[in-house]
């Protein structure tokens, strides 16, 4: 039929029970878990023939015919569920589901059950089909001649429900995208560095909120040996040795030469008896607790000294200054 006569909820009138079904499945439109916790499946304790469904809630969509609608089963406690003995043979593969049964379809029961549905023993053994109007909870590797289930033998197979109301401010899914793997729509999702990527340094680069472990950085050495040195960009972050036996100056450029980035840092060590002014092109401001406070000098042999870019055209020189 085109539409449903009377609708849901109508008041002063009589409504069948699929009606009630089709309205929940506006809101659970497909058969799934609701919580991520629900009826999972796990060993029992001891370990046996059998297995345990934790309680839950499950929407399922039913199969027997169309527009049947959305059943919601509810399992109030753990629930132990048997298993099959197994085959002497050959190994199985067995499913774990929730089963509506609706005597207004088929049969004559009206209730939902847990069951343990066993496949056929075989070398290459398949999972059997799911019954009507059920969720695949699990599935079971049982082997040949075994004596108990464990959880290594069970394969969650649970998927969550969807939902037709419009999501808003929610994560529904996290996924990995260049660089990471993992991910995930439901639970402690994780996501993980793929270490087969390397970082291309050469760029900008951004870490938020990350640990790093015993992290290493090693200072570039740009080795002098001349009278006088004007800086580059690619001194940023260098050590700068200048080793000579007669005085050395060293020239920090304007901005519009050398585009130095507020927080640049020139590293300085006089490796020569030549002593090290450093000094500031026409139009660039250092300052120092130097005696030459605008051209500071290295106090000795060995003496470091390193210029940071505090804004543009204006440079702080600390360390081992005269």
């Not at 990350?210 to 570039?220: A, D, F, H, V």
């Not at 470091?304 to 600390?318: E, K, P």
């Amino acid at each position: 039929m085109a539409i449903r006569t009377p609708p849901s909820w109508l008041q002063n009138g009589s409504h069948p029970a699929e009606n009630d079904r089709l309205t929940t499945q506006a809101l659970w439109a497909t058969t799934g878990i609701i919580k991520s916790t629900s009826m999972a499946v796990s060993q029992n304790s001891p370990a046996g023939m059998s297995i345990i469904v934790a309680s839950g809630w499950a929407a399922i969509v039913g199969t027997t015919q169309a527009n049947m609608g959305t059943y919601v089963a509810y399992n109030d406690a753990n629930n132990v569920i048997s298993v099959n003995t197994a085959d002497p043979t050959n190994p199985r593969i067995d499913i774990v589901c929730a089963t509506v049964q609706d005597a207004y379809y088929t049969g004559s029961l009206n209730d939902v059950i847990l069951q343990v549905v066993a496949g056929t023993p075989a070398g290459s053994p398949v999972a059997p089909a799911l019954p009507a109007n059920s969720i695949e909870l699990a599935r079971l590797a049982v082997g040949a001649g075994v004596t108990s289930i464990t959880n290594a033998n069970i394969t969650d197979t649970r998927v969550l429900v969807t939902t037709n109301i419009p999501e808003s401010g929610d994560i529904s899914a996290v996924t990995a995208g260049t660089g990471l793997s993992g991910g995930g729509t439901s639970g402690a999702v994780t996501l993980s560095i793929d270490t087969a990527v390397t970082a291309d340094l050469s760029t900008a680069q951004t870490l938020t909120n990350k640990t790093l472990t015993s992290p290493l950085i090693n200072l570039g050495v740009n080795a002098q040996t001349g009278t006088t040195y004007t800086t580059v960009l690619a001194d940023n972050g260098k050590l700068i040795t200048q080793t000579n036996a007669s005085a050395i100056t060293t020239t920090i450029p304007l901005f519009s030469s050398v585009a130095y980035p507020v927080g640049a840092q020139l590293n300085f060590v006089q490796y020569g008896a030549g002593q090290v002014t450093i000094q500031g092109a026409s139009g660039v401001t250092i300052v120092s607790t130097g005696a030459t406070a605008a051209t500071p000098k290295t106090r000795a042999q060995y003496s470091s000294a390193t210029a940071i870019c505090v804004s543009q055209d204006n440079w702080l020189v600390a360390g081992d200054i005269a």
